[in-house]
């Protein structure tokens, strides 16, 4: 039966153009059935055309791609039928109350009037929905929104899920929710396949995460690997004073051995520590770069070594271009 | 409810699990099946939002009363008797520009980004369109309704009796339905549903001014007769009049109306397909739109 195959998509030189612009240039890509896979890039980078030809809803101008073994030209209805959309925006209707577009949604999934309303109910009951069940969509809140985009998607339970930018716009804690969501519906084996622009998101639920660029996979791999790739870490200082910086400056690039960037806030400064395989050794190095502040006579209200963030990933990953595609290998961890 | 106090964990381990098991996938509707529920949801609609038919409804209404008691005396020697003339027109403008709504639904569908739901289900892909289009004879018979007492009120007599009238709504309603596949066209090739609303308004006023709805064209010169005499407008009217005051029509006319209604439906319908099948990408999910002759309209740049 092809529901067990290995791959839930499968993608070979997956290219779309609008106008001059090459929204998706050359994308292979592969996705194991049963796992999360995590888009990662910024506004425009062409994650959302990758998932809505994937989804069939946009032609492909070059290159297969492949969804349950089926294609995504020739065999769109097959597809249809095992896979849901949740859009980055509206994926409901507003206008309608949250309990009628459930029912919409199963009376045109197949279900009959009373088993698309029983459904309906039986979401909303599970995804805390129930007291707003007949109010119009418009007047949820965010969080709310989210986790009705979300039940709509699982009126019959698909094969594969696409989540453009899930999370977007959503308080700390509705974001927490719509993460456990995500989490309970890849354990009933559901594929996930999201997009964000949030490291911090990818590495809470992505099995495997794609960095995209100008349409293309600059990097593929697990979180960690993604990470080791840039350094194990950068470290963040913010002065007291912003009129100490350059002096702040000097002493921590002679201190950590690596460039320090100005940031944009007059106050802050980072620097990216190099990969080193003996994490220990950073975290020496650090400690002395912050004893070395300290004897020079700069106050510091804020020194931090953290896992990079998605800029740092981007700004590493796209300032050393070797290749296209960096394929990551497990050692580097 | 008891649960308000439960953190999401909670829910996700005792409720959300059970739910979340519901493969098994029922038969794929039919068509007619999925385009009907599609025509439930347009009905629902009405329910929410009956103020956007306001500005549809406000115009053929003033006009009523406008020209019954501005101009009917001096048009038709008294009010009432010009009534008897104008009212089966203004039941006519009032629906067509009410399908205009076919096209702003569309276009609100992808600007919101829900059509983009429908599209990747496994559904008959004009189901939406199709069924939208059904749903708004709901919108057309409220219309009409309003219109109608209106000039019950005023004093119309349709001295064609109810089945007349109900003849004459049933040519309207064939109309219009077939009219709304040029805004379905419209509605998925502007940018915005209020840009669709402008060009919708701005194609109908000459279309329905330009006919007999308002008077007589006897007294127009020659040209503007020869294009209200192939105005498919004023032959419905022509016929609706005739429907609801006789209760009789000629072959002929109903004959020019259903051959206006086939044509518009044969043109414009598989067009709406293509667009919308082929449709790159909701407004709002980035810059790139079709941009085709409808680039002339909306001011959008050809690339």
Not at chain 1, 99 to 116: D, F, I, M, P, Y
Not at chain 2, 23 to 33: D, K, Q, T, V, W
Not at chain 2, 148 to 172: D, H
Request: aromatic residues 8%; neutral net charge.
């Amino acid at each position: 039966m092809d529901s067990h195959a290995d791959f839930a998509i499968e993608t070979s030189d997956l290219t779309k153009v609008f106008g001059k612009t090459r929204a998706v240039d050359g994308v292979n890509l592969t996705v194991r059935t049963g796992s999360v896979y995590g888009f990662l890039g910024p506004n425009g980078a062409g994650k959302t055309t990758i998932i809505r030809m994937l989804a069939t809803l946009l032609r492909p101008d070059g290159g297969t791609a492949r969804v349950f073994g089926h294609d995504v030209v020739r065999e769109a209805d097959a597809i249809r039928s095992r896979v849901s959309l949740t859009g980055q925006f509206a994926s409901v209707d507003e206008d309608l109350s949250g309990l009628e577009n459930l029912v919409l949604l199963g009376r045109l999934l197949g279900h009959s009037w009373t088993q698309a309303r029983a459904r309906a109910n039986e979401l909303l009951d599970a995804f805390d929905l129930a007291e707003a069940a007949s109010r119009q969509v418009k007047k949820f809140s965010g969080g709310m929104r989210r986790r009705l985009d979300i039940a709509a998607s699982i009126v019959v339970t698909p094969d594969l899920l696409f989540l453009d930018e899930p999370t977007t716009g959503l308080d700390p804690r509705s974001r927490n929710q719509v993460w456990e969501m995500v989490r309970a519906i890849v354990v009933d084996g559901t594929t996930v396949l999201l997009t964000t622009q949030y490291l911090d998101e990818a590495d809470q639920l992505a099995d495997r995460i794609a960095v995209i660029d100008h349409g293309k996979i600059i990097a593929e791999g697990t979180s960690g690997q993604l990470k080791a790739s840039v350094g194990s870490g950068a470290v963040h200082v913010r002065l007291f004073d912003s009129e100490q910086r350059p002096e702040a400056e000097q002493v921590l690039s002679q201190a950590l051995g690596v460039p320090v960037h100005l940031e944009s806030d007059p106050a802050a400064l980072s620097a990216q520590v190099a990969a080193s395989p003996a994490a220990h050794k950073t975290g020496e190095r650090v400690a002395h770069a912050l004893a070395e502040l300290s004897r020079s006579g700069i106050a510091v209200s804020d020194f931090a070594l953290g896992q990079p963030s998605l800029d740092e990933v981007f700004l590493a990953l796209t300032v050393h271009p070797t290749k296209d595609h960096v394929a990551l290998k497990e050692e580097t961890i | 409810m008891t649960r308000t106090q439960t953190t999401l964990s909670q829910t996700v381990d005792e409720t959300l699990h059970p739910v979340l098991f519901a493969r098994s996938r029922p038969p794929r509707p039919n068509a007619l099946s999925a385009s009907l529920t599609f025509g439930w949801r347009a009905l629902l609609k009405i329910k929410y939002v009956p103020e956007q038919l306001a500005d549809v409804i406000g115009i053929p209404i003033i006009f009523t009363l406008m020209f019954t008691y501005l101009f009917g005396g001096a048009l038709a020697g008294s009010t009432g008797e010009y009534l008897q003339f104008l009212l089966p027109g203004t039941l006519v403008m009032t629906v067509v520009l009410v399908s205009i709504y076919a096209g702003i639904g569309l276009n609100t569908d992808i600007t919101k980004g829900v059509s983009d739901r429908f599209r990747s289900m496994p559904i008959w892909s004009p189901a939406p369109i199709v069924g939208a289009l059904l749903g708004d004879v709901g919108r057309y018979l409220l219309a009409s309704t309003l219109v109608i007492g209106l000039g019950l009120v005023l004093g119309f007599r349709p001295t064609g009796g109810v089945v007349g009238v109900l003849l004459a709504l049933a040519l309207v309603l064939v109309f219009a339905f077939s009219l709304s596949w040029i805004f379905t066209v419209l509605g998925l090739i502007m940018r915005t549903p209020s840009a669709v609303m402008s060009v919708g308004t701005v194609v109908l006023f000459p279309l329905t001014f330009a006919s007999n709805v308002f008077v007589n064209p006897q007294t127009m010169p020659g040209w503007l007769q020869a294009f209200i005499n192939v105005n498919p407008i004023s032959h419905l009217v022509t016929a609706a009049r005739s429907l609801m005051m006789h209760g009789t029509v000629a072959a002929g006319q109903v004959g020019w109306v259903l051959l206006a209604s086939a044509a518009l439906t044969a043109l414009f319908a598989p067009l709406t397909m293509y667009l919308y099948r082929n449709k790159r990408t909701s407004a709002r999910g980035g810059v790139w739109r079709p941009c085709t002759w409808g680039c002339w309209y909306t001011g959008y740049p050809l690339s």
